[in-house]
């Protein structure tokens, strides 16, 4: 025979896509339309169902940027199409070349309920599934004329971000309003023909792709071109048998959840995300009603709770769905935020508001963290997730890896402390599935676990403005549920794949069975630790003051039974946890998106220092007493952690400075000698203990280094390596002053560079390690980065960066590919570069970022003839200056403080990096106030709060900083009756008695890096 498969693939897809999709919709009478543009921001749906609208004509050009416009379509269905599905169909101009971050509308009747959204590639609207004949039909369309700001011109420069720049000029033009007949046999044939055509493409040519082509070609020898509803059924019979030949016996098992991956903030502002989430939603919930399996699931607490207060006509639906058991809350988060740069306190404030919230609105908790989009993953994760109470993890971003391919797609994520969690990876390598054959195909081939595992999770649906799952998935996945040669297809929670990956990872438990140790670390995207520092400094500080807050807080209560401000802290944390979204805390969102996350963390600071003030002074009583408050969790000044004591002189003597005859410094106190050059630079750090000297020999220290950086793609999310290749060292200073201030050595230096201008002042304080650096730059680059080098007389084999609850370690070297694309790296307060018996941090107030490269020297010089001196060099990364999707990001004034702390272990680099964004409050009042938690033996608090539940409990969280055993005690300064351990959201936790002794305590025993939460009941 004389085969010709390209001949036949070539003719289904003309006529699938030119004939039997258009004929889906095919007779159709245009609807009477009028409009009303809004001048300014949106407004709530009562006001917009009332508005006094004009007549409109399709194909008028409508819709600025950010504007939003309310449609009245209006008409009445023909008397012949009695018996007939009717639905409406709009197109507001949408580019189906792309799913999603367009124009939208939500479609509203005229009594307020809603009855889905319109999207580019979902643009019906059911009206009546059989016609009698002459309904009157009125539809109220709320639709917002976003610009695509990530279009087919990707990553340009674009003044679109922010309503405060962008063009007025209409950007869309409608093209079609219409009431049509839904010619449901014709959209079958549709789904038929394109899953067996998308499914023979992804098959070997053998019998089984050989029989599905035939029935193809036979399907549309009868079909009839000018009469495709009449013969579309006799069509579908000649397909019957292809698709009813059922799957292999071992195919790969697909769990499908319905999806849409509506990112908190990002292309557009926090206003227009809560529109969309209830766009979406509203079609969800309608296509549940329309289909008996399918199941929806979507994270985010803040994404409920904004349906909620803002459209809650559609609230009640998604209630409704929730109780039904198929509409899915997942993730038990606040909003899907980063996990590298979120504090330990945060991160877990994040599990717990979100499962308050699906506890109080539906009665239920998630069992799982649902990730599938942040940029990289710390390694303190696996223990949080297990103590907040889940069972299981999932993610799909590592599969944007630039260089390694990671190797697990089932498999047991282990972190630093040891704890393990179940991990699913998506094979199909995508959060956005259509359910294509090409995409199920994907996923039996790329999944790693085949020899054990059946399956694989499909999170489908279009997000982003993309409307979610449509009925075009559901109706392929009612054909792949048992099709040959097609992975088989099901709707299910993950809860339940999660379970039965459990069983299947169980049953073949072998020493080979697949972990993963430490960080999955992204290799993309790292500039997100540096871009938009001023939202990375507002988070830093926030997250600080608000454990601050409560700490006081819980002492007033305790101590003079003052209120405890539950709804202000939760309000307040509740804003912390929104702006640590996946797009908002990397720096990656829009200028609109920073500019309002500016403005929140300065109203949040001030929310939170009012909280202080407020319970500082109710604690310290009235009168004149020079008093300091010590928000660290160390003792500092002289006084105890989380105490206030009377103010006291500094106990160390006054560091010196002396000037140099080459016009540099020596600034000394007991601790530590540093000499700076003429032009500000270290040149050396010597710790008057052991004698050694921080700085690397012949090199200088607390250098400014100016690279270009303009990476390939995704300007505020990427480095790409090249940017080391050139590099300016901001050696020259404009001017050096030197003076001794109440004790404190200071030498100020001012630096002009390029477009910018920058003054560090540098400070050793009397009894300090830390030579400190306050940095103002007024940035004014263009596709730059700014780091502060440290060249250090260190071997260090790895270097130990802060993570959540402790540290990690990463290896100096680039041995191998996996090393070497870790060439900008995470920190939260500190890191370390130690050898035995000498160490080196860096600590810094809000820095996320930074490298490490080493050193090696064979001169024959140093350190004598014959011997290697190996040094290691650590940078900070200060800022940069990506010009999308913010234009204007991180220009004008920027601050910084970082330290160099010399001769430190990781204990006292943790205790360096505690206090050193945590300073003494000055303040006056009666007397001083005891602590009212305080610990021993090695156990480091972090949180000291009344607990959740409002019950007046106290909750202590304390953790294991070192990576080694603790045995210590925790004892609380106040009548107190019981105690237990709970899981880290609180909960009662088997096995959690706890003794309590007379006097307040509890001994704990912590392993390394535990994170442990009490509870103490009040007396
Ligand atoms: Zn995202």
Redesign the pocket.
């Known amino acids: 025979m004389h085969d010709d498969i390209t001949l036949t693939t070539g003719r289904v897809q003309r006529v699938l896509t030119e004939r039997i999709w258009p004929a889906v919709h095919g007779t159709s009478v245009p609807l009477g339309v009028e409009w009303h543009v809004l001048p300014g921001e949106p407004v709530p749906p009562q006001e917009g169902l009332a508005l006094a609208m004009e007549p409109y004509e399709v194909g008028t050009p409508w819709g600025r940027a950010w504007g939003t416009t309310w449609f009245r379509l209006t008409g009445s269905v023909p008397a012949e199409w009695a018996g007939r599905a009717v639905e409406a169909v709009v197109d507001l101009g949408f580019d189906a070349s792309m799913p999603g971050f367009q124009a939208e509308a939500l479609v509203y009747r005229p009594d307020g309920t809603t009855v889905k959204s319109i999207n580019p590639r979902n643009q019906y609207i059911p009206v009546v599934d059989a016609a009698v004949g002459g309904e009157q039909v009125e539809l109220l369309l709320e639709a917002a004329s976003n610009p695509v700001l990530l279009g087919h011109d990707m990553f340009r420069q674009t003044q679109e971000g922010d309503t405060r720049t962008s063009s007025p000029r209409p950007l869309y033009t409608t093209r079609r309003m219409d009431l049509v007949i839904f010619e449901a046999e014709v959209h079958g044939l549709a789904l038929d023909v394109e899953v067996l055509l998308e499914l023979q493409a992804e098959l070997p040519t053998g019998r089984r792709r050989m029989r599905i082509l035939q029935a193809l070609d036979d399907a549309l020898d009868v079909l009839d071109l000018q009469r495709i509803p009449e013969t579309a059924a006799a069509a579908r019979t000649a397909l019957v048998d292809v698709l009813a030949s059922p799957a292999e016996a071992s195919a790969h098992e697909i769990s499908a959840v319905g999806h849409a991956?509506?990112?908190s903030a990002?292309l557009w502002p926090v206003r227009e995300t809560i529109r969309k989430v209830a766009r979406t939603t509203s079609s969800m919930a309608d296509l549940i009603d329309r289909t008996d399996d399918f199941v929806y699931g979507m994270s985010s607490a803040q994404q409920y709770a904004w349906v909620k207060e803002h459209r809650p006509e559609v609230w009640a639906r998604v209630k409704e769905a929730v109780a039904s058991g198929r509409f899915l809350p997942l993730g038990g988060m606040w909003v899907?935020s980063d996990t590298v740069m979120p504090s330990g306190e945060a991160l877990a404030r994040q599990f717990s508001q979100g499962q308050r919230f699906f506890e109080r609105e539906f009665g239920l908790r998630s069992h799982g963290v649902w990730l599938?989009?942040?940029f990289g993953y710390s390694p303190a994760l696996p223990q949080l997730v297990r103590r907040a109470g889940f069972d299981w993890f999932f993610t799909q971003k590592i599969s944007w890896n630039q260089v390694n391919k990671f190797p697990h797609h089932t498999f047991w994520w282990e972190g630093i402390d040891g704890s393990r969690v179940l991990t699913h990876f998506p094979p199909m390598d995508t959060?956005n599935s259509q359910l294509s054959g090409e995409e199920v195909a994907r996923a039996t081939r790329q999944f790693n676990e085949s020899r054990h595992a059946t399956g694989s999770i499909a999170p489908v649906g279009y997000?982003?403005g993309g409307g979610g799952t449509t009925r075009e998935m559901t109706g392929k996945a009612e054909r792949l549920a048992d099709l040959e040669g097609s992975a088989k297809v099901r709707w299910e929670h993950p809860d339940a794949f999660f379970e039965r990956a459990r069983e299947e990872l169980a049953a073949h438990a072998t020493s080979d069975s697949a972990v993963w140790v430490g960080e999955l670390y992204l290799e993309l995207h790292r500039a997100t630790l540096t871009s938009q520092h001023k939202t990375k400094q507002g988070n830093r500080r926030n997250e600080q003051l608000l454990v601050e807050a409560e700490v006081w807080a819980a002492t007033a209560s305790a101590r003079t039974g003052a209120d405890y401000p539950y709804d202000e802290l939760d309000a307040l944390w509740q804003q912390v946890l929104l702006l640590q979204?996946?797009?908002i805390l990397p720096g990656t969102s829009v200028a609109w998106v920073h500019r309002e996350a500016m403005e929140q963390h300065a109203a949040i600071t001030a929310g939170a220092q009012e909280i202080i003030e407020r319970s500082l002074r109710t604690l310290v009583g009235e009168g004149d007493t020079a008093l300091r408050a010590n928000p660290a969790v160390f003792a500092q000044a002289g006084v105890p952690a989380l105490g206030v004591a009377p103010a006291s002189g500094p106990a160390a003597a006054a560091s010196t400075l002396t000037e140099l005859p080459d016009g540099g410094y020596v600034l000394a106190n007991d601790l530590v000698r540093v000499t700076l050059d003429g032009a500000g630079h270290v040149t050396s750090a010597i710790d008057l203990a052991t004698g050694r000297d921080a700085v690397a020999p012949g090199r200088e220290a607390n250098v400014l280094q100016l690279h270009q950086d303009f990476p390939n793609k995704w300007d505020a999310w990427d480095v790409d390596r090249f940017y080391r290749n050139s590099v300016t060292d901001l050696r020259a200073a404009e001017k050096v002053t030197a003076t001794v201030d109440e004790g404190v050595a200071v030498v100020t230096v001012r630096r002009t560079f390029s477009s910018s201008t920058l003054e560090q002042v540098i400070t050793l304080a009397p009894g300090s390690r830390t030579l400190e650096v306050a940095l103002e730059t007024d940035w004014h680059e263009a596709e730059k980065f700014l780091k502060v080098a440290f060249p250090l007389d260190v071997r260090a084999e790895h270097m130990a960066a802060e993570t959540q609850f402790g540290f990690h370690k990463r290896v100096t070297h680039t041995n191998t590919s996996w090393e070497a694309a870790k060439f900008e790296t995470s920190m939260h307060r500190w890191v370390l570069a130690e050898e035995p018996g000498f160490g080196v941090g860096l600590v810094n107030d809000s820095v996320y970022g930074y490298d490490v490269t080493r050193e090696v020297s064979d001169d024959g010089v140093a350190p004598a003839p014959g011997v290697p001196e190996v040094t290691t060099t650590v940078r900070l990364s200060l800022l940069r200056a990506p010009r999308f999707p913010d234009p204007e990001t991180d220009q004008g004034i920027q601050t910084h403080r970082y330290g160099l702390v010399v001769g430190v272990d990781t204990a006292a680099a943790t205790e360096a990096g505690a206090t050193f964004g945590a300073r003494p409050r000055e303040l006056r009042g009666g007397a001083g106030v005891e602590p009212l938690v305080s610990v021993s033996g090695g156990v480091t608090l972090s949180a000291v709060k009344l607990a959740d539940d409002r019950s007046g409990d106290l909750v202590v969280r304390v953790y294991e900083a070192l990576g080694r055993r603790a045995s210590g005690t925790v004892t609380v300064a106040a009548p107190v009756s019981g105690a237990r351990t709970v899981s880290l959201i609180e909960d009662d936790i088997e096995g959690g008695a706890a003794d309590l002794t007379s006097d307040g305590a509890v001994a704990v025993e912590l392993s390394p890096f535990e994170v442990r939460t009490l509870r103490f009941t009040r007396a």
């Open positions: 991956h509506i990112d990002w899907e599938p989009d942040s959060y997000g982003d979204f996946h797009d």
